[in-house]
């Protein structure tokens, strides 16, 4: 049971290059959520899915396009990364409970010159 | 929208010690969740404890509690007897719904804790 896992850890752009951030999760859980994190700041949501084959837009979108193909991956993708995408982005995936937290991937540091 | 407000940048705590870290809160729903997650240098997300809002009593995970005053919408994390390996960032968060059962957690902008030796 390896929870959520992402891929790549650690990736270097140009701008205007694309990119696709694979997340996946073992667990089974219904929704999944894309978050970035800047420099000295809190997580801000960018994406997030109810289930497979349905997305929707958070907070901070722009730039960003995801799919949910399959229920236990969610991919994150850039089409022209700018260095304002500079940032390390997590996933997060979890059942819906109540009470339950979000469990996270160990983020992926995404750097765009 | 919901708001979470850590006012405390840094914190400088010897070790052994126990540690208040702050987090206000602001929302207008009567049913409302918050966690504090543990950020250390390698940088995953680690969950630490949560607090429901219906809940009675503090909520307590090992040597971590949660001062919950509700009418001061204040959730301060405890870290009883720290620890060097506490050093890291503190995120205090708070649940806020989304469509179709989905939840986004609204982050504070964290404090870095130190324990020094």
């Known amino acids: 049971n390896a929870g959520v896992t992402q891929t790549p850890k650690f990736r270097v752009l140009k701008t205007g290059q694309s990119m696709t951030l694979l997340c996946a999760q073992d667990m089974n859980h219904e929704y999944m959520y894309w978050y970035r994190q800047d420099p000295g700041m809190g997580l801000r949501l960018i994406h997030y899915s109810v289930g497979e084959g349905t997305t929707a837009k958070g907070e901070v979108p722009d730039g960003y396009n995801v799919s949910r193909l399959k229920k236990q991956n969610f991919l994150l993708g850039l089409e022209s990364a700018a260095p304002s995408q500079t940032s390390v982005y997590f996933c997060?995936?979890?059942?819906?409970?109540?009470?339950?937290?979000?469990?996270f991937g160990p983020g992926t540091r995404l750097l765009v010159l | 929208a919901q708001k979470i407000t850590q006012t405390q940048p840094g914190m400088f705590v010897q070790e052994k010690e126990a540690v208040t870290l702050d987090c206000t809160y602001d929302?207008?729903?009567?049913?409302?969740?918050l966690f504090w997650y543990k950020q250390p240098s390698s940088g995953e997300m680690i969950f630490l404890i949560y607090q429901g809002s219906y809940d009675q009593q503090n909520a307590t995970e090992g040597r971590y509690s949660l001062n919950f005053q509700k009418a001061r919408k204040s959730a301060n994390l405890v870290i009883s007897a720290s620890q060097l390996g506490d050093s890291a960032m503190y995120f205090c968060a708070m649940r806020e719904a989304l469509i179709q059962g989905a939840q986004k957690l609204v982050f504070g902008q964290g404090t870095r804790l130190t324990i020094n030796p």
């Open positions: 997060a995936s979890t059942s819906g409970l109540h009470r339950e937290t979000q469990y």
């Open positions: 929302t207008s729903d009567p049913s409302y969740g």
